[in-house]
């Protein structure tokens, strides 16, 4: 199983970029996905996830308003849409995936690390000031 993050890069702050997570090795078409991020000198962080069946959304207070997770089971692929980017979304920036088919949480449980079970290698995003 992999799961292949892509899409980072450099970007002025206001910028936008759009990552992509493609999942090979199984289908993630079931299962709640998510992105996270560590910035330098810091502790990894969540930052959205979704739910199996796309019907929820969950995101951090920081990029609320600005970021959108989106899924497309057909492509086995996760995005994530940054908007209004700003120097402090500098980071790598990992996509996760949770094992567990058709699989709800109660709403806290989404933003933990501990329940996904696959992660990306990461994608480094810069946002220049």
């Known amino acids: 199983v992999q799961l292949q993050a892509s899409g980072g890069g450099l970007v002025q702050a206001g910028g936008s970029l759009r990552l992509s997570c493609a999942a090979s090795g199984r289908t993630f078409s079931s299962n709640v996905m998510g992105w996270f991020r560590q910035a330098p000198g810091k502790e990894r962080e969540f930052v959205a996830a979704i739910s199996w069946s796309g019907s929820r959304r969950y995101y951090a207070e920081s990029v609320k308003g600005r970021f959108s997770i989106s899924r497309d089971n057909a492509q086995n692929t996760v995005y994530l849409q940054m908007n209004s980017l700003k120097p402090e979304d500098t980071a790598v920036y990992y996509c996760?995936?949770?094992?567990?088919?058709?699989?709800?949480?109660?709403?806290?449980?989404?933003?933990?690390?501990?329940?996904?079970?696959?992660w990306g290698q990461g994608t480094l995003v810069t946002v220049s000031s």
């Open positions: 996760a995936a949770d094992r567990s088919d058709r699989r709800t949480y109660p709403s806290g449980n989404y933003y933990s690390s501990g329940i996904y079970d696959y």
